[in-house]
């Protein structure tokens, strides 16, 4: 191929995703929309509609009737995109098999093939800043995201005002009760989840917004980072029945203070409070918000001050992914459900709270089943547009009753409910995509929830994930570079360790999963009961036997693994059957696992093992 074959245009849109996921482009949202829009314009055969006066209206919201003469937005920007693409071309993109330019004179790109391995020579007006970062949503899905998104939370008014992205937050917690803070994590999660509900605003995450707290930075900063426009904060005061407010709404691009207002009011009008906050934004942004959305915003789930905080308390919990955290949870949620039988988001705490015992083994499944069962149907006949909870009923479904089209239906339609969940689709690409071994549709699931949010840590765990399945060494490599970047988060360590040991590296795994065992869950203790056996500790595997015999529960998943780590096949073979007749919500790891392959070249075992319904 010579470099002035023109690409096909599969290849432009890959090249596209490529150049719009890097640091050149990631964070910058005017360049992302010009390219997009005609390259998209272009591929279509409309190069027509690339005309200054059309580009003003479509890509940079200006009004209809658009003057270019009095009005040089679209010049300026194109100045800027061609300079920016010279960068990107000079650095990161300059092995790219396909190079895409804005010619001088022209808006129209031109799209040329490059020779495999060749560089390309281009001139750059700045140095390149970073490396690339690869994309790994499907290029078409990822270029009509990121045009047709701006076009969905487009914002009246002047450009100069445009917000169509924000973020909530942690309101700072400034009571005289050190124990309160739950309160004020509490009502920023709460109004994160009100304004989500408006169609036309697009919210960034809670779990990336709190990766802010407590740390300094100006709004700038985070608007780069969080990729928002605009960013709400402020702070709660809670003394008895007295509550102080404050909040603030934040432009990012100047640090310009679109809104601000002081609430001083006592404890049962929190509700009020957040529905006049959310309100305001709305009209501040002006965004458009129909009746149903009107329905939704305002949705009082409980009309109880005293149910309500009961139900912070809870999540507040949760969030701090302690071994107890669940069964306190769970305690407090049913405590508000005492006060409120209608409390929906009570019964999806509950819910919630089962599904972080599901990993450590702690329970026998079919107590752990009909907590989330009972928990998420009664959430969903309250309030059937929860997705958290309908995605529950799909990891139901499909790790415990191993009906695998129902758990791939009722993911997609959590999806539908809330496309803007990272958490869902994290959930769809690891508990159903992966068991049915469909893992490039679950590379895209793990790539759009880090689209989504790619602030917080936890959805970085999934494309490793999978990736385990296919290539151990890679998963290997892919951890350690997360944890190089982000050294103290603790899942990527347990993630590490469970990739050594699927790789056959038994003495790192046990470097990494001995300073966790504190814990002492049967999820560790089985891991680390492998690693033990395997790298020839055969006291220390047989100590963890002992100790998963003496738990309240015994996990038959755990003493599989600290059986095959031993090579006592049988007794391996015992408890994996056990594991299946309890339907186990982990029993899937056996079709794909490294390490139950001993299990797998049983003949026997595997007949067993079809019962999941999945392909080995």
Same mark, same amino acid.
């Not at 390219?35 to 200054?52: N, W």
């Not at 909870?389 to 089209?405: S, T």
């Not at 002992?546 to 600290?562: D, E, I």
């Given at each position: 191929?010579?470099?002035?074959?023109?690409?096909?245009?599969?290849?432009?849109?890959?090249?596209?995703?490529?150049?719009?996921?890097?640091?050149?482009?990631?964070?910058?949202?005017?360049?992302?929309?010009?390219?997009?829009?005609?390259?998209?314009?272009?591929?279509?055969?409309?190069?027509?509609?690339?005309?200054?006066?059309?580009?003003?209206?479509?890509?940079?919201?200006?009004?209809?009737?658009?003057?270019?003469?009095?009005?040089?937005?679209?010049?300026?920007?194109?100045?800027?995109?061609?300079?920016?693409?010279?960068?990107?071309?000079?650095?990161?993109?300059?092995?790219?098999?396909?190079?895409?330019?804005?010619?001088?004179?022209?808006?129209?790109?031109?799209?040329?093939?490059?020779?495999?391995?060749?560089?390309?020579?281009?001139?750059?007006?700045?140095?390149?800043?970073?490396?690339?970062?690869?994309?790994?949503?499907?290029?078409?899905?990822?270029?009509?995201?990121?045009?047709?998104?701006?076009?969905?939370?487009?914002?009246?008014?002047?450009?100069?005002?445009?917000?169509?992205?924000?973020?909530?937050?942690?309101?700072?917690?400034?009571?005289?009760?050190?124990?309160?803070?739950?309160?004020?994590?509490?009502?920023?999660?709460?109004?994160?989840?009100?304004?989500?509900?408006?169609?036309?605003?697009?919210?960034?995450?809670?779990?990336?917004?709190?990766?802010?707290?407590?740390?300094?930075?100006?709004?700038?900063?985070?608007?780069?980072?969080?990729?928002?426009?605009?960013?709400?904060?402020?702070?709660?005061?809670?003394?008895?029945?007295?509550?102080?407010?404050?909040?603030?709404?934040?432009?990012?691009?100047?640090?310009?203070?679109?809104?601000?207002?002081?609430?001083?009011?006592?404890?049962?009008?929190?509700?009020?409070?957040?529905?006049?906050?959310?309100?305001?934004?709305?009209?501040?942004?002006?965004?458009?918000?129909?009746?149903?959305?009107?329905?939704?915003?305002?949705?009082?789930?409980?009309?109880?001050?005293?149910?309500?905080?009961?139900?912070?308390?809870?999540?507040?919990?949760?969030?701090?992914?302690?071994?107890?955290?669940?069964?306190?949870?769970?305690?407090?949620?049913?405590?508000?459900?005492?006060?409120?039988?209608?409390?929906?988001?009570?019964?999806?705490?509950?819910?919630?709270?089962?599904?972080?015992?599901?990993?450590?083994?702690?329970?026998?499944?079919?107590?752990?089943?009909?907590?989330?069962?009972?928990?998420?149907?009664?959430?969903?006949?309250?309030?059937?547009?929860?997705?958290?909870?309908?995605?529950?009923?799909?990891?139901?479904?499909?790790?415990?009753?191993?009906?695998?089209?129902?758990?791939?239906?009722?993911?997609?339609?959590?999806?539908?409910?809330?496309?803007?969940?990272?958490?869902?689709?994290?959930?769809?690409?690891?508990?159903?995509?992966?068991?049915?071994?469909?893992?490039?549709?679950?590379?895209?699931?793990?790539?759009?929830?880090?689209?989504?949010?790619?602030?917080?840590?936890?959805?970085?765990?999934?494309?490793?994930?999978?990736?385990?399945?296919?290539?151990?060494?890679?998963?290997?490599?892919?951890?350690?570079?997360?944890?190089?970047?982000?050294?103290?988060?603790?899942?990527?360590?347990?993630?590490?360790?469970?990739?050594?040991?699927?790789?056959?590296? @038994?003495?790192?795994?046990?470097?990494?999963?001995?300073?966790?065992?504190?814990?002492?869950?049967?999820?560790?203790?089985?891991?680390?009961?492998?690693?033990?056996?395997?790298?020839?500790?055969?006291?220390?595997?047989?100590?963890?036997?002992?100790?998963?015999?003496?738990?309240? @529960?015994?996990?038959?998943?755990?003493?599989?693994?600290?059986?095959?780590?031993?090579?006592?096949?049988?007794?391996?073979?015992?408890?994996?059957?056990?594991?299946?007749?309890?339907?186990?919500?982990?029993?899937?790891?056996?079709?794909?696992?490294?390490?139950?392959?001993?299990?797998?070249?049983?003949?026997?075992?595997?007949?067993?093992?079809?019962?999941?319904?999945?392909?080995?």
């Amino acid at each position: 191929m010579t470099q002035n074959d023109e690409p096909s245009s599969d290849r432009v849109r890959a090249q596209l995703a490529s150049v719009l996921a890097s640091d050149l482009f990631s964070s910058a949202l005017r360049p992302r929309r010009f390219l997009s829009y005609v390259v998209e314009q272009t591929l279509a055969g409309k190069q027509e509609s690339i005309k200054e006066s059309v580009l003003g209206c479509q890509v940079f919201d200006r009004p209809p009737g658009y003057d270019p003469r009095a009005d040089g937005i679209v010049r300026v920007e194109a100045t800027k995109l061609r300079a920016r693409l010279g960068d990107y071309y000079a650095g990161p993109g300059k092995l790219d098999p396909v190079r895409i330019e804005i010619p001088k004179g022209t808006y129209v790109p031109r799209f040329t093939s490059q020779p495999e391995g060749a560089p390309v020579e281009v001139p750059s007006t700045r140095r390149s800043r970073h490396l690339v970062i690869w994309a790994t949503v499907l290029a078409g899905l990822l270029i009509a995201a990121l045009w047709l998104t701006p076009r969905l939370l487009k914002l009246g008014g002047d450009a100069k005002q445009d917000i169509p992205t924000i973020a909530v937050l942690p309101f700072l917690d400034l009571s005289p009760d050190a124990k309160s803070e739950y309160f004020s994590d509490g009502l920023t999660e709460q109004l994160t989840d009100i304004l989500a509900q408006v169609d036309n605003l697009h919210v960034a995450s809670r779990t990336s917004a709190f990766a802010f707290k407590g740390k300094p930075a100006d709004a700038k900063e985070i608007g780069a980072k969080l990729r928002v426009g605009a960013i709400l904060e402020g702070s709660v005061r809670r003394s008895g029945d007295q509550l102080r407010i404050t909040a603030q709404l934040i432009r990012t691009s100047d640090g310009y203070h679109v809104w601000s207002k002081t609430f001083d009011r006592v404890l049962k009008d929190v509700f009020a409070v957040q529905e006049e906050i959310s309100a305001q934004i709305a009209h501040s942004l002006k965004v458009t918000i129909d009746d149903d959305a009107k329905r939704r915003l305002f949705n009082r789930y409980t009309q109880s001050v005293d149910a309500f905080d009961l139900y912070l308390q809870g999540r507040h919990l949760l969030n701090t992914i302690q071994p107890d955290a669940p069964d306190r949870a769970t305690e407090l949620f049913e405590k508000a459900l005492a006060i409120d039988p209608r409390f929906a988001m009570a019964y999806v705490g509950i819910a919630t709270a089962a599904v972080q015992t599901i990993f450590t083994d702690i329970r026998p499944p079919a107590l752990v089943v009909k907590q989330m069962k009972n928990a998420a149907e009664r959430a969903l006949a309250l309030d059937p547009s929860l997705a958290e909870a309908q995605a529950i009923l799909a990891d139901v479904a499909g790790r415990f009753e191993w009906n695998w089209p129902l758990a791939d239906r009722l993911y997609k339609h959590a999806i539908e409910l809330n496309p803007n969940s990272p958490d869902v689709h994290m959930g769809y690409a690891l508990n159903v995509l992966l068991p049915l071994r469909r893992q490039r549709e679950a590379y895209g699931e793990c790539a759009k929830a880090v689209q989504l949010d790619g602030v917080t840590t936890q959805w970085k765990l999934c494309r490793p994930w999978v990736l385990l399945s296919e290539n151990p060494e890679a998963a290997v490599a892919e951890y350690k570079q997360l944890i190089a970047t982000e050294p103290d988060y603790p899942g990527y360590s347990g993630a590490l360790a469970i990739a050594y040991l699927a790789s056959g590296k @038994f003495r790192e795994a046990i470097d990494m999963l001995e300073p966790f065992h504190a814990d002492r869950t049967p999820g560790g203790s089985g891991f680390l009961g492998y690693a033990y056996g395997r790298s020839g500790r055969t006291a220390d595997a047989l100590r963890m036997e002992r100790v998963l015999k003496s738990a309240p @529960f015994v996990s038959p998943g755990a003493l599989t693994l600290v059986y095959l780590g031993l090579n006592r096949i049988p007794e391996a073979r015992a408890a994996a059957e056990t594991q299946i007749q309890q339907h186990s919500g982990n029993a899937y790891l056996m079709v794909f696992s490294p390490m139950f392959e001993p299990l797998r070249r049983d003949h026997e075992f595997a007949k067993e093992l079809k019962t999941l319904g999945l392909a080995f």
